[in-house]
């Protein structure tokens, strides 16, 4: 299969390991990856702050990039941006009077998963230790995102690949469905919140005792990893897809401050904090 990947603004400009990640998971299961040239911005941070005049051409910009490119599917390493081309894309378009255009954006967003939801539901991949071979020895928690769970509706199907993952164990979060504060701007405009909400997931993240958190969205790993780093936590945030990605030729590395990175061979240094766990 031919698999576009929509990198989006936030793995792109600050985790772009996100989606090496990404792209090396698929082209294990033997799939082409291609990356569709011009691509940029969904327009959701535009759409959530009421600017739909500044969102189309956006819009317009991301449905003429993934529109011009060959591809069968495409995918992107976040539920928030996904969610956002279906849900917010066409009526930008029509707010804008281009139906042509929303009809266009309808046919991309049709054709666009999550990744879990690729995963799963089209790639067939139930069991991440024995299809991916992946592998990461430590406690792990999950935090699912808003958009995941109330847009997508991706249900269970991130933390079941989680618990798949050959040597890591699995701990629940309490509250999981609780927002972490982060949601976009809301941030910028709302900082005492969202770093209140922030401070309140942050505590369930620690009374699990896991070392890591995991979700499917860079935004919401980096709203908490940063405050995680502010109250010295010995909790780290890692995207689904570099645990995903992890083997034992190939492991993550999670010692000292993590950056959603995959490291280069000859700076591995692994030090897990677990030496067993369950699949």
Not at 146 to 169: P, T, W
Request: aromatic residues 6%.
């Amino acid at each position: 299969m031919r698999i576009a990947l929509f990198a989006t603004c936030i793995v792109d400009a600050m985790y772009p390991r996100v989606a090496l990640a990404t792209v090396r998971i698929l082209e294990r299961l033997g799939h082409e990856v291609v990356f569709p040239a011009g691509q940029g911005c969904c327009s959701q941070m535009h759409v959530n702050s009421g600017y739909l005049k500044d969102a189309l051409p956006v819009v317009r910009n991301h449905v003429t990039a993934f529109s011009a490119a060959d591809y069968d599917v495409a995918v992107a390493p976040s539920g928030s941006c996904v969610a956002s081309l279906g849900h917010q894309q066409p009526m930008v378009a029509r707010a804008g009077g281009d139906e042509d255009l929303a009809r266009r954006a309808e046919a991309v967003a049709g054709t666009t998963y999550e990744l879990s939801q690729l995963l799963v539901d089209v790639l067939g991949v139930t069991d991440a230790a024995r299809q991916l071979g992946s592998w990461f020895p430590h406690t792990v928690t999950y935090h699912p995102s808003c958009h995941g769970m109330r847009l997508l509706r991706l249900g269970d199907r991130q933390q079941d690949l989680v618990r798949s993952v050959a040597g890591l164990e699995f701990t629940a979060l309490p509250d999981a469905e609780e927002c972490c504060g982060f949601g976009g701007t809301f941030s910028f405009k709302n900082p005492d919140v969202s770093a209140a909400m922030a401070e309140e997931k942050i505590a369930n993240i620690e009374s699990t005792g896991a070392a890591v958190c995991t979700g499917g969205d860079a935004s919401c790993l980096l709203h908490l990893g940063g405050a995680m780093t502010r109250r010295d936590s010995p909790a780290r945030t890692v995207h689904l897809a570099e645990i995903l990605a992890s083997t034992r030729e190939d492991p993550l590395e999670v010692s000292g401050p993590v950056e959603l990175s995959i490291p280069s061979p000859a700076a591995r240094t692994v030090r897990p904090t677990t030496t067993g766990g369950t699949r």
